[in-house]
Antibody, heavy 113, light 112 residues
């Protein structure tokens, strides 16, 4: 069974950084592109970016490129999202996804003083 | 960026009825390789989105044949026949033909 479990969310002050993790199991992690999507409270879905199997290609939504860094550790079957200079507009549920198919349950990030 | 416009924004349907959701794109979603990367998801209340249909008309594993997708170019439709209680939630289309990938604004399916 494909399983994606996000962690690392919580309350963070404006201007600070936060790193999310996504632990993958039930499939061969290093065979797939992986990505991040977010959803602000009561809003729609926003694609953040994705990373290929060997980390040689990372694509970001241009408007978010300066704020987020996606990485992965194939030995640990883990995907990461480093977020910097957070603002209230970054308050959202963050989902990791295996290509377009499977999604994790999401982790909440709240940016507030 | 490609803009996907979903209509209607909300849909009131009786159990057993049929629902139709439109997703219109600001540009053609036919990729240079000939494929069309338009997918449909359902987000049930309190859950993450689940893939229903990929590449316009292909049902994902375990998705009942009550769900069907159609369309081409810039105009796409998701049909749900014989609506059941577990079909309720917000439906999203996603295009992956052009970078960055973009989602439609969502259509909320509710019971009449």
């Amino acid at each position: 069974e494909v399983k994606l479990v996000e962690s690392g969310g919580g309350l963070v002050q404006p201007g600070r950084s936060l790193k999310l993790s996504c632990a993958a199991s039930g499939f061969s992690f290093n065979d797939y592109w992986m990505g991040w999507v977010r959803q602000a409270p009561g809003k729609g879905l926003e694609w953040i970016g994705e990373i290929n199997q060997d980390s040689s290609t990372i694509n970001y939504t241009p408007s978010l490129k300066d704020k987020f860094t996606i990485s992965r550790d194939n030995a640990q079957n883990t995907l990461y999202l480093q977020m910097s200079k957070l603002g209230s507009e970054d308050t959202a549920i963050y989902y990791c996804a295996r290509e377009t198919t499977y999604w994790g349950q999401g982790v909440m990030v709240t940016v507030s003083s | 960026d490609v803009v996907l416009t979903q209509t209607p924004v909300s849909l009131l349907i009786s159990l057993g009825g049929q629902a139709s959701i439109s997703c219109r794109s600001s540009q053609s979603l036919v990729h240079s390789n000939g494929n069309t990367y338009l997918h449909w998801y359902l987000q049930k209340p309190g859950q993450s989105p689940q893939l229903l249909i990929y590449q316009v008309s292909n049902r994902f594993s375990g998705i009942p044949d009550r769900f069907s997708g159609s369309g081409s170019g810039t105009d796409f439709t998701l049909k749900i026949s014989r609506v059941e209680p577990e079909d309720l939630g917000v439906y999203y289309c996603l295009q992956r033909t052009h970078n960055p990938p973009t989602f439609g604004g969502g259509t909320k399916l509710e019971l009449k």
